[in-house]
């Protein structure tokens, strides 16, 4: 295991931003990541691990060691006559265990098809699509607590919920992932409800869907929705859908009939960001090379030499906009390191 001293971020963020750590290194195993963690104890330097980061904002250059997770494997672990359980580091590709379970026809996670990220960094956020989302299939999961080393934990220990869990709250800074095991269906049970799936699959004649064909239909709509951060930096949805109490709702909907809501628990929706965002005209904005996507508002976008700074300046300006014309204030999705939204 090598350790980096001022290393560029730029390749290790999706947001493709220019920031330095003051030193950087890759775990591929427990042992490296504890050595890892004990050279940022001698140095008295924090600590940032991370996974491929998809879901991250370098606001600044970070005074301390960068840890990425890159703990390979994916492995059957269990076997049921209902379910399979499998066990994947952190550091894999997310996309890979989905191809990994599509191939063995399992079912669960097909709705998670081609979110950006690593396996590591799914139960940190609960990531979730169309529908479904992580904690649906998540079993138990290692983590590398500080103090106690390396622990197994059970799902619901995580406190799992929209695009959160203790990792982003009381575990900050103290527990990371490690390995994840997730419990998939041998008899596919599919989720087909969520909006534009059905349209899809009618469209494409398929009545009674494989796991395979929900798949191929989930990375159509996402493909035709979602920037490819290959192609343009972004970090997925840049904000939360807020939960917004329902009389204020009522309120807004008197005025504003076509907001987008979706049903959350007793007295509160969730509204769609993205509707709210779009319906302040923001669509497409652009700040130099820090913008607005043109087709899906929720995403901001570096169109190539946007600082973190600038990527921050429109984030602030966006959750502004909506904050004045809703009074409904946007809490940001994406982790932003070195700075408070
Ligand atoms: N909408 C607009 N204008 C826009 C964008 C959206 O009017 O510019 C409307 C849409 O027409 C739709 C509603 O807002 O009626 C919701 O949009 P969409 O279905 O695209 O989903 P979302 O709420 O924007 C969430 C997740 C996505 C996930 C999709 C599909 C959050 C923060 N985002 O987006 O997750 O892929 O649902 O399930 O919950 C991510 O986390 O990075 C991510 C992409």
């Not at 840890?67 to 059957?76: A, F, L």
């Not at 399979?84 to 990994?100: C, F, H, P, S, T």
């Not at 993205?274 to 607005?292: E, F, M």
Request: charged share 25%; hydrophobic share 40%; net charge negative.
């Amino acid at each position: 295991m090598s350790i980096v001293e001022d290393f560029n971020l730029k390749s290790w963020s999706s947001f493709a931003l220019e920031a330095r750590a003051k030193w950087a290194t890759e775990v591929y195993n427990e042992l490296q990541l504890e050595k890892a963690f004990a050279f940022a104890e001698t140095q008295q330097a924090k600590v940032l691990c991370i996974g491929k980061g998809c879901n991250i904002l370098f606001a600044d250059d970070f005074d301390g060691l960068v840890i990425r997770m890159c703990i390979e494997g994916i492995e059957q672990v269990d076997e049921s006559p209902e379910y399979v359980y499998v066990k994947a580091g952190g550091g894999v590709d997310w996309q890979e265990l989905v191809q990994w379970s599509l191939k063995r026809q399992l079912s669960g996670i097909e709705n998670l098809t081609l979110i950006p990220g690593s396996v590591g960094a799914a139960p940190v956020q609960n990531i979730g699509a169309y529908g479904v989302e992580l904690k649906d299939s998540l079993f138990e999961l290692e983590v590398y607590d500080q103090a106690e080393g390396v622990k197994k934990l059970k799902f619901e220990e995580c406190g799992l919920a929209y695009r959160n869990s203790h990792f982003k709250g009381k575990w900050k800074g103290k527990r990371w992932v490690t390995s994840v095991t997730l419990r998939l269906n041998k008899q596919a049970r599919l989720s087909v409800e969520y909006g534009g799936i059905k349209k899809v699959l009618e469209q494409r004649g398929l009545n009674n869907p494989t796991v395979q064909e929900l798949s191929d239909v989930i990375a159509s709509i996402r493909r035709s929705k979602l920037p490819d951060p290959d192609e343009l930096a972004n970090a997925g949805s840049f904000f939360r859908n807020p939960i917004v109490s329902v009389e204020k709702l009522s309120e807004l909907k008197a005025k504003y009939p076509d907001m987008v809501t979706y049903p959350a628990h007793s007295g509160y929706e969730k509204c769609a960001a993205g509707w709210l965002i779009d319906s302040c005209s923001l669509k497409g904005y652009r700040d130099g090379d820090a913008g607005v996507h043109k087709d899906q508002a929720l995403v901001l976008v570096n169109y190539g030499k946007a600082s973190g700074d600038d990527m921050l300046q429109l984030a602030r300006y966006v959750r502004d906009q909506v904050l004045q014309r809703f009074g409904i204030r946007l809490e940001p999705e994406v982790e932003i390191v070195g700075a408070l939204l």
